[in-house]
């Protein structure tokens, strides 16, 4: 999966692949100023998910697509056991977030974007 990146003008240490409303690029880039955060990702809803902007280094290259796929089958699965448990009522997953030893991931789902977040809770 390949996607076209080039630098965005609107923002330092954004890579984009396609514009964004400018109210979506000031979330973004007041998420990526906060000096605990790491990088942020902007994917498709598409399956597997693309990226539309990142920031951070952390997101750049083979490593970004990772996260990328990953977060889309986290997503995926999460909505797929929900749906399991009460199949009857339309409850729309909002946030996600989860926690490892070195790093948290905040995930919130939308219907045309995923919003990822990955931030050091320890520099906090």
Known sequence: ???????NTSGPGFSSSQTTPPELEQTLQKLSSHRTVLGVLLLSRASPPSIIRHSGVVFDGEQGRKYAK???????????????????????????????????????????????????????
Not at 83 to 106: C, N, S
């Open 1 to 7: 999966m390949a996607t076209a990146s080039a630098t």
């Open 70 to 124: 990953a977060v889309g089958r986290i997503v995926d699965a999460c909505k797929a056991g929900l749906d399991d448990i009460d199949g009857e009522t339309q409850d729309d997953m909002k946030f996600m977030r989860i926690r490892t030893k070195r790093h948290e991931l905040m995930i919130s789902p939308d219907e045309r974007y995923l919003l990822v977040v990955l931030h050091d809770p320890a520099a906090a």
